[in-house]
């Protein structure tokens, strides 16, 4: 009976887990937040049965994220830390505490900054790479409205007003 119960809750909280993480792959503003949600629907888990069932329930979520949900990068962000992070968290709760928060930075940053990486520039350089560029061209229409409308470098007066050109207009973004 216990086998059985305990079974039926790891089974149910690994259908809410990947639920939590096809909402956020569908709805596109869950990239970190739903992998973390989905990480602490483990912590019972473990604290009824041992980190042995977590360990069972984050590979079975890992692995049908990584078929049902639409976002890749949060489907690795779960398999890769907020999956297997709540099993290890007891035993760095037991550092002492002078280590236990650059132990827990120094472990985050060992994970997230290589996949970061591997995303950007293995799995899909593209599209950073195009959102790289529409950040710095928007930044630059906005420098140069902004240098338009900037006093003179004579000390005090404006510049004149002249009309613009209307391709400079267009480009201006609107605020």
């Known amino acids: 009976m216990k086998q059985s119960r305990r079974i039926a809750f790891c089974g149910m909280t690994t259908a809410l887990a990947v639920v939590v993480q096809v909402l956020g792959g569908w709805l596109g503003l869950g990239t970190y937040i739903c992998p973390m ?3 602490l629907l483990l912590l019972p888990i473990g604290r009824e049965w041992g980190g042995r069932w977590q360990l069972v329930v984050w590979l079975a ?3 049908l994220d990584l078929v049902l949900v639409s976002d890749l990068e949060e489907s690795l962000m779960f398999l890769c830390f907020f999956g297997w992070y709540p099993v290890i968290y007891s035993r760095l709760d037991k550092l ?3 280590w236990r928060w650059p132990v827990k930075l120094a472990l985050f940053n060992a994970v997230v900054i290589p996949l970061e990486a591997l995303l950007m520039l293995v799995i899909a350089p593209g599209e950073y790479e195009a959102c790289a560029d529409d950040r710095l061209a928007g930044a630059g229409q906005s420098g140069l409205c902004l240098l338009r409308s900037a006093p003179a ?5 404006l510049r004149k007003a002249s009309a613009p050109d209307p ?3 267009k480009n201006c973004p609107r605020f």
């Open 96 to 98: 002492p505490k002078v």
């Open 153 to 157: 470098p004579d000390g005090g007066a």
């Open 37 to 39: 949600l989905a990480g």
């Open 61 to 63: 979520v890992g692995l």
């Open 167 to 169: 391709e400079e207009v």
